[in-house]
């Protein structure tokens, strides 16, 4: 278990410095394709952060297999189905993905996906490698994303089943987080009544970000840190240091006349227009952040934001807070619960194993 203090670390990890041999011009085509060109790419971060906008630019751009939905394979198939190498546990796999969501957007043929996994598959990673191999050759295309934001806490286990994996963390202000979280009742209070939903998304904001950013640098070169909102109020810039990175011309007028899901209809836990001017993800915190709840959400959480780069609302958000305590236990509580979900079969006792609620 990764402690709390080990993840403190404030210097920013904004992988530029990559091989020269690697890098790739967004717009020269004709430039030689190197392994990291057909490297699987992981769009990761903690829920709410803009994975999905990330994901679809990628997919709009072409030359991605086109899965809209995520894979969810570390954080929710393995736990819930045991060790793959066992062919009861394939079999159970196979019964429930194959009625699920998961599948039905795979668009692949039922019997022969069965097969290739009964017979190939013997770990997680190899699932999650047949599948999305397979949605490939029959798109047609050289290469795979998967964009499952949960799949942050599970960087050593993708590197492993995935030496070439590429991986960008996207990044977003952990007010506006908590204020997505906490409308879709996500993350919730230990003390239901007495605690803000608000403080509880912001200290799973900020332990899942920790995580992230700590094991990213135990995979330098290969993890990039972008911004949500760098990627909102400069696309082409920032999707031309993704281009560079990944080696995968992400042309944005491409992409925006393609436009494949949430870049066309932005995927929102507010109501507004997507394409008015109300629509506006950047910052909304400063509109309808409960003000009482402010103050004490940067008093808490406020030195994480800072280490990122977001300006506070008040300095005084710095200063001890006598809820110090209270952020230490639901960082505690988080280690905790993932801990017993990789390394126990508890699990399968709060995951419904037929998929139904994905």
Same mark, same amino acid.
């Given at each position: 278990?990764?402690? #709390?203090?080990?993840?403190?670390?404030?210097?920013?990890?904004? #992988?530029?410095?990559?091989?020269?041999?690697?890098?790739?011009?967004?717009?020269?085509?004709?430039?030689?394709?190197?392994?990291?060109?057909?490297?699987?790419?992981?769009?990761?971060?903690?829920?709410?952060?803009?994975?999905?906008?990330?994901?679809?630019?990628?997919?709009?751009?072409?030359?991605?297999?086109?899965?809209?939905?995520?894979?969810?394979?570390?954080?929710?198939?393995?736990?819930?189905?045991?060790?793959?190498?066992?062919?009861?546990?394939?079999?159970?796999?196979?019964?429930?993905?194959?009625?699920?969501?998961?599948?039905?957007?795979?668009?692949?043929?039922?019997?022969?996906?069965?097969?290739? #996994?009964?017979?190939?598959?013997?770990?997680?990673?190899?699932?999650?490698?047949?599948?999305?191999?397979?949605?490939?050759?029959?798109?047609?295309?050289?290469?795979?994303?998967?964009?499952?934001?949960?799949?942050?806490?599970?960087?050593?286990?993708?590197?492993?089943?995935?030496?070439?994996?590429?991986?960008?963390?996207?990044?977003?202000?952990?007010?506006?987080?908590?204020?997505?979280?906490?409308?879709?009742?996500?993350?919730?209070?230990?003390?239901?009544?007495?605690?803000?939903?608000?403080?509880?998304?912001?200290?799973?904001?900020?332990?899942?970000?920790?995580?992230?950013?700590?094991?990213?640098?135990?995979?330098?070169?290969?993890?990039?840190?972008?911004?949500?909102?760098?990627?909102?109020?400069?696309?082409?810039?920032?999707?031309?240091? #993704?281009?560079?990175?990944?080696?995968?011309?992400?042309?944005?007028?491409?992409?925006?006349?393609?436009?494949?899901?949430?870049?066309?209809?932005?995927?929102?836990?507010?109501?507004?227009?997507?394409?008015?001017?109300?629509?506006?993800?950047?910052?909304?915190?400063?509109?309808?952040?409960?003000?009482?709840?402010?103050?004490?959400?940067?008093?808490?959480?406020?030195?994480?934001?800072?280490?990122?780069?977001?300006?506070?609302?008040?300095?005084?958000?710095?200063?001890?807070?006598?809820?110090?305590?209270?952020?230490?236990?639901?960082?505690?509580?988080?280690?905790?619960?993932?801990?017993?979900?990789?390394?126990?079969?508890?699990?399968?006792?709060?995951?419904?194993?037929?998929?139904?609620?994905?």
């Amino acid at each position: 278990m990764i402690s #709390v203090d080990a993840l403190t670390g404030s210097e920013g990890i904004f #992988v530029k410095d990559f091989s020269k041999a690697g890098q790739l011009a967004a717009t020269d085509g004709a430039a030689p394709r190197s392994d990291r060109s057909r490297a699987p790419v992981f769009v990761l971060g903690c829920p709410r952060s803009g994975t999905t906008l990330l994901y679809h630019m990628l997919l709009s751009a072409g030359g991605f297999a086109i899965y809209r939905t995520e894979s969810s394979v570390f954080n929710v198939l393995r736990p819930c189905f045991g060790d793959l190498a066992h062919a009861e546990n394939r079999r159970r796999l196979m019964d429930a993905w194959t009625q699920s969501k998961l599948f039905e957007r795979s668009g692949l043929d039922m019997q022969d996906i069965r097969t290739k #996994v009964m017979s190939d598959c013997r770990s997680a990673g190899d699932f999650l490698r047949i599948v999305m191999e397979e949605i490939s050759r029959r798109q047609n295309v050289a290469r795979w994303a998967d964009c499952t934001p949960e799949h942050l806490l599970y960087i050593p286990e993708i590197k492993k089943a995935f030496p070439s994996a590429l991986v960008i963390h996207i990044i977003r202000d952990g007010r506006d987080v908590a204020l997505s979280l906490e409308k879709q009742r996500w993350i919730r209070p230990l003390l239901p009544g007495s605690e803000s939903p608000l403080l509880a998304a912001g200290f799973f904001w900020e332990w899942i970000v920790r995580h992230g950013r700590a094991y990213g640098r135990d995979i330098a070169p290969d993890y990039l840190e972008i911004r949500f909102e760098e990627l909102v109020r400069s696309p082409r810039e920032t999707l031309r240091t #993704v281009s560079t990175f990944i080696e995968h011309d992400l042309d944005y007028d491409r992409i925006q006349e393609r436009a494949i899901g949430s870049v066309k209809n932005p995927n929102t836990s507010f109501e507004a227009s997507p394409r008015g001017a109300d629509f506006a993800p950047v910052e909304r915190w400063k509109a309808i952040f409960p003000g009482d709840n402010l103050a004490k959400f940067e008093e808490l959480v406020g030195g994480t934001l800072r280490d990122l780069g977001y300006a506070l609302s008040c300095e005084a958000g710095l200063r001890p807070n006598s809820l110090a305590a209270l952020r230490s236990i639901h960082h505690l509580r988080f280690d905790s619960s993932l801990w017993l979900k990789k390394h126990t079969p508890l699990a399968r006792l709060f995951m419904k194993p037929d998929l139904s609620w994905l």
